[in-house]
């Protein structure tokens, strides 16, 4: 440690499992012994915590009815947070987590905080899934890894993140997401390696390898891998955030074929699953979202694969939540006739460890002091939850080197790997013409759109209106349907068309200049409006400006491949079966397409 201000305090601790000399499971033992109920049943809870300004540890917030981060850790006995947000350096979110671990080792015993955080090393902005990489090294999506498809770049990406999430203090990784994106229209596809079973597990395996490392320790990164048993097969492609998306369905009977990522993550050591929010409908399983249901937790995942890690929930299956001003109910979807109470019981005895987004061990007290559930069962559940702590060295050194910090996360030689990653990532679907349109020349005049002026002033004259200019680069987002709040409209659903005014825009376009349209694929897009009609057609999976057109104009190579099919149409899509990968018939493009310029 080289900042003593943030430095924890050391302090007398009951005997033994402080000792770094003993066998875990005998420091586990000792410990367990020394927890009163309150504080075994604070190991249950994970909830979203906040930075404070200028790093400190946050106050409590009464118009988000949060309470302050000291409350969290000395008032309810919780050691596992979720970080939102980031601070604007390295070095002050390092300083701002040995604060809290100082707060920790304060408590009765000491027990340090575990932090995970979901994906910031994209450029996805959105407070319920991921967020951008702020002073961490920015890469394609996994879908854009997807694209690119090598498994020793993907474990070289879990490696590097895996070392500016530790230099930080972030020790839990919510994810990776190996749900197979079976249904078109989901919209949680940018975060998962795409449609193809083999090629998501061979590359979540190695995501987990890069965080991990060959077995967890000191210096690893927990994976709480997602969504078991596959989230991918949502009627109508709705996503189980929400009421109208709780059913999963099976109408291909392809179950067991959303399993095979999972199968590849638990040989990879996979440390911590989630299960999704969805209830699996017309299957042998009792329709109540997976995180509450017994014979997905305990009969297939514990009993079946063996799996003896950390199951966390996904967030607010207990209680009713209010998101930028809207209520939304807890996605108890199956109990929501059930009680808090009656939902908590109900996962415990699904064979769940811990709540993700809820912080009410209070109610965890009260249900074992009542005896509707033992605290032999809660013994269970404590021991892997103490256990990973042990395993990642929280207890032996919960804090992190400050100055060392800056010097780690998003250093000159990470960011260099992950813009290289993101012109990998460009994928070329089309490029007619006898003298093919792509690469580009430098120098040319340049009618731009989704693209900022100064970038594309690099690699020509910008001009003002297709009529002036040699070529048009247009930049698109696949489409989305706008919903009703403001948390809803994050998660791009609905029809894959683009509006009849967006493909007359970008036919007009096109037939006044050769025009090359990207389209950032964060979910499958309907092209077949405008595709025979455009120069050249290339999608992205998170790239920037200057990635994009250092591929366009041949500084770089295209090297991406479709992780995914193209449909045709969206009569295809509404045809096809929401749990079979590539269902839809005559797709525009297939699973595996891509054009080099070679």
């Given at each position: 440690?080289?900042?003593?201000?943030?430095?924890?305090?050391?302090?007398?601790?009951?005997?033994?499992?402080?000792?770094?000399?003993?066998?875990?499971?005998?420091?586990?033992?000792?410990?367990?012994?020394?927890?009163?109920?309150?504080?075994?049943?604070?190991?249950?809870?994970?909830?979203?915590?906040?930075?404070?300004?200028?790093?400190?540890?946050?106050?409590?917030?009464?118009?988000?009815?949060?309470?302050?981060?000291?409350?969290?850790?000395?008032?309810?006995?919780?050691?596992?947070?979720?970080?939102?947000?980031?601070?604007?350096?390295?070095?002050?979110?390092?300083?701002?987590?040995?604060?809290?671990?100082?707060?920790?080792?304060?408590?009765?015993?000491?027990?340090?905080?575990?932090?995970?955080?979901?994906?910031?090393?994209?450029?996805?902005?959105?407070?319920?899934?991921?967020?951008?990489?702020?002073?961490?090294?920015?890469?394609?999506?996994?879908?854009?890894?997807?694209?690119?498809?090598?498994?020793?770049?993907?474990?070289?990406?879990?490696?590097?993140?895996?070392?500016?999430?530790?230099?930080?203090?972030?020790?839990?990784?919510?994810?990776?997401?190996?749900?197979?994106?079976?249904?078109?229209?989901?919209?949680?596809?940018?975060?998962?390696?795409?449609?193809?079973?083999?090629?998501?597990?061979?590359?979540?395996?190695?995501?987990?390898?890069?965080?991990?490392?060959?077995?967890?320790?000191?210096?690893?990164?927990?994976?709480?891998?997602?969504?078991?048993?596959?989230?991918?097969?949502?009627?109508?492609?709705?996503?189980?955030?929400?009421?109208?998306?709780?059913?999963?369905?099976?109408?291909?009977?392809?179950?067991?074929?959303?399993?095979?990522?999972?199968?590849?993550?638990?040989?990879?050591?996979?440390?911590?699953?989630?299960?999704?929010?969805?209830?699996?409908?017309?299957?042998?399983?009792?329709?109540?979202?997976?995180?509450?249901?017994?014979?997905?937790?305990?009969?297939?995942?514990?009993?079946?694969?063996?799996?003896?890690?950390?199951?966390?929930?996904?967030?607010?299956?207990?209680?009713?939540?209010?998101?930028?001003?809207?209520?939304?109910?807890?996605?108890?979807?199956?109990?929501?006739?059930?009680?808090?109470?009656?939902?908590?019981?109900?996962?415990?005895?699904?064979?769940?460890?811990?709540?993700?987004?809820?912080?009410?061990?209070?109610?965890?007290?009260?249900?074992?002091?009542?005896?509707?559930?033992?605290?032999?069962?809660?013994?269970?559940?404590?021991?892997?939850?103490?256990?990973?702590?042990?395993?990642?060295?929280?207890?032996?050194?919960?804090?992190?080197?400050?100055?060392?910090?800056?010097?780690?996360?998003?250093?000159?030689?990470?960011?260099?790997?992950?813009?290289?990653?993101?012109?990998?990532?460009?994928?070329?679907?089309?490029?007619?013409?006898?003298?093919?349109?792509?690469?580009?020349?430098?120098?040319?005049?340049?009618?731009?759109?989704?693209?900022?002026?100064?970038?594309?002033?690099?690699?020509?004259?910008?001009?003002?209106?297709?009529?002036?200019?040699?070529?048009?680069?247009?930049?698109?987002?696949?489409?989305?349907?706008?919903?009703a709040t403001a948390f809803e409209n994050y998660f791009h659903a609905g029809s894959l068309d683009f509006p009849a005014e967006q493909v007359q825009h970008v036919l007009q376009v096109a037939s006044a200049v050769p025009a090359i349209v990207d389209v950032f694929l964060d979910r499958p897009a309907i092209l077949t409006p405008f595709i025979n009609e455009v120069a050249a057609a290339v999608v992205t999976f998170g790239a920037s400006d200057d990635a994009l057109l250092d591929v366009l104009f041949g500084e770089a190579q295209p090297l991406g491949s479709l992780p995914m099919d193209l449909p045709s149409s969206m009569a295809a899509v509404v045809a096809s079966r929401p749990d079979v990968p590539f269902d839809t018939a005559d797709p525009l493009f297939r699973f595996g397409h891509g054009l080099r310029y070679t």
């Amino acid at each position: 440690m080289t900042d003593t201000e943030t430095t924890a305090p050391t302090r007398a601790r009951p005997a033994c499992f402080q000792d770094p000399s003993l066998p875990i499971e005998e420091r586990v033992d000792v410990l367990l012994r020394q927890m009163t109920l309150e504080e075994k049943a604070g190991l249950f809870f994970q909830t979203m915590i906040t930075i404070g300004e200028d790093g400190q540890l946050a106050e409590a917030n009464p118009t988000f009815g949060s309470p302050s981060t000291e409350e969290f850790v000395l008032g309810k006995h919780m050691t596992h947070f979720n970080v939102f947000g980031a601070a604007p350096t390295a070095r002050q979110m390092a300083e701002w987590h040995n604060r809290l671990q100082g707060l920790a080792a304060s408590s009765r015993l000491g027990i340090p905080v575990t932090l995970s955080t979901d994906p910031r090393h994209s450029f996805t902005e959105n407070p319920g899934t991921a967020m951008m990489a702020g002073p961490f090294s920015q890469w394609p999506e996994p879908l854009g890894l997807a694209a690119i498809g090598d498994e020793t770049l993907v474990e070289q990406f879990g490696d590097i993140a895996r070392q500016e999430y530790t230099a930080v203090g972030l020790r839990v990784a919510l994810h990776p997401q190996i749900d197979l994106t079976s249904e078109p229209r989901w919209c949680r596809q940018i975060g998962t390696f795409g449609e193809d079973a083999d090629l998501t597990g061979r590359l979540g395996a190695a995501y987990i390898r890069g965080f991990q490392g060959k077995q967890l320790g000191p210096g690893s990164v927990a994976t709480m891998t997602k969504h078991f048993p596959g989230g991918g097969p949502q009627l109508d492609g709705e996503d189980p955030h929400f009421d109208y998306g709780r059913e999963q369905s099976y109408p291909g009977d392809h179950f067991e074929h959303h399993l095979r990522p999972f199968e590849a993550a638990f040989e990879a050591g996979t440390s911590q699953i989630m299960p999704y929010y969805g209830m699996p409908v017309g299957t042998e399983h009792e329709e109540v979202g997976f995180g509450f249901n017994k014979s997905i937790i305990t009969g297939l995942l514990r009993e079946r694969y063996g799996f003896d890690g950390i199951v966390c929930t996904d967030w607010g299956l207990l209680s009713d939540s209010h998101i930028m001003g809207d209520h939304f109910p807890a996605r108890a979807w199956g109990v929501e006739h059930l009680s808090v109470r009656e939902r908590m019981v109900k996962v415990l005895e699904a064979g769940v460890d811990q709540f993700g987004g809820e912080a009410i061990p209070e109610l965890l007290v009260d249900v074992v002091r009542s005896g509707d559930v033992s605290e032999e069962r809660i013994d269970i559940s404590a021991r892997r939850l103490l256990r990973e702590k042990f395993l990642l060295g929280l207890f032996d050194e919960p804090c992190v080197d400050t100055a060392a910090a800056d010097s780690v996360v998003g250093n000159a030689a990470f960011r260099a790997a992950g813009d290289a990653a993101q012109r990998a990532a460009v994928t070329v679907l089309t490029n007619s013409g006898e003298t093919p349109a792509l690469p580009l020349s430098r120098g040319i005049k340049i009618y731009a759109e989704g693209i900022e002026p100064a970038e594309a002033a690099r690699y020509g004259t910008v001009v003002d209106s297709p009529g002036e200019a040699d070529v048009a680069v247009l930049r698109l987002q696949a489409p989305f349907e706008q919903r009703a709040t403001a948390f809803e409209n994050y998660f791009h659903a609905g029809s894959l068309d683009f509006p009849a005014e967006q493909v007359q825009h970008v036919l007009q376009v096109a037939s006044a200049v050769p025009a090359i349209v990207d389209v950032f694929l964060d979910r499958p897009a309907i092209l077949t409006p405008f595709i025979n009609e455009v120069a050249a057609a290339v999608v992205t999976f998170g790239a920037s400006d200057d990635a994009l057109l250092d591929v366009l104009f041949g500084e770089a190579q295209p090297l991406g491949s479709l992780p995914m099919d193209l449909p045709s149409s969206m009569a295809a899509v509404v045809a096809s079966r929401p749990d079979v990968p590539f269902d839809t018939a005559d797709p525009l493009f297939r699973f595996g397409h891509g054009l080099r310029y070679t």
